[in-house]
């Protein structure tokens, strides 16, 4: 399987619990983005990296979120004392560096927070 | 925040006719992509038309752009049942513009239902 994968594929958590999302994405692709999506609404930029890097962050980004990708591979997103608001679909992209290239997109990790 | 907004929000139509959605956003692009989500699942891209350019194909999709009215539409021709899902443009922001120079920038989506 060459596509984006992202695991786990649901997550169920108390409020307050911390979380860790893992991407990994095409092995080609030096850029990987995390979007956040909200039912009913398209996906929101939350931060992207070019290979180990972290270039953009978006305002949607607080402290309680952080997004590593250590040696330009697999990137993870954790989020710190959960909120009821943090319940979405995260979703993971990556890229070819440039522009004219579409994302790919994993199948997302579906967060619930009770 | 959202820059593209597309219209209408939700469509049905029957099996064999033609579904046109359109899109409209705010500020200056590099390119336009169109992208394909069903339900519960990841986003997939269907097609990138480049703001130099006014119309590209792609076996049963047709888009359009025109960037002096800040506008885009996406036509399936001979729809099928497995064409229903939502479907999303995305904005690539000019180089320069001010605004994130790689992040797509993505509309809340048209809702297409196609009926056997």
């Known amino acids: 399987d060459t596509g984006v994968s992202q695991d786990p594929r649901h997550k169920i958590t108390k409020r307050g619990q911390n979380v860790t999302f893992r991407c990994d994405p095409i092995?080609?692709?030096?850029?990987l983005y995390w979007y956040r999506q909200t039912l009913g609404q398209g996906p929101e930029f939350l931060t992207y990296?070019?290979?180990?890097?972290?270039?953009?962050k978006s305002r949607l980004l607080s402290d309680r979120f952080s997004a590593e990708r250590p040696k330009g591979s697999f990137s993870t997103l954790e989020i710190q004392r959960t909120e009821q608001g943090d319940s979405a679909m995260y979703l993971c992209?990556?890229?070819?560096?440039?522009?004219?290239?579409?994302?790919?997109f994993g199948s997302g990790t579906r967060l619930t927070v009770v | 925040s959202q820059q593209g907004e597309e219209d209408p929000q939700a469509l049905s139509i029957q099996e064999g006719e033609n579904a046109t959605m359109n899109c409209s956003y705010k500020t200056s692009i590099n390119n336009l992509q169109w992208y394909r989500q069903n339900s519960g699942r990841g986003l997939v891209h269907l097609i990138l038309i480049r703001s130099n350019e006014r119309e590209k194909h792609s076996g049963r999709l047709r888009v359009t752009l025109d960037t002096s009215k800040k506008s885009s539409s996406l036509l399936i021709t001979a729809s099928r049942a497995a064409d229903t899902a939502s479907y999303f443009c995305?904005?690539?922001?000019?180089f320069g513009s001010g605004a994130g120079s790689y992040q797509l920038t993505f509309g809340k989506g048209t809702k297409l239902s196609v009926i056997p």
């Open positions: 092995s080609e692709h030096n850029r």
């Open positions: 992209a990556s890229s070819f560096a440039g522009t004219g290239y579409g994302y790919t």
């Open positions: 990296f070019q290979n180990e890097a972290q270039l953009e």
């Open positions: 995305a904005t690539a922001p000019r």
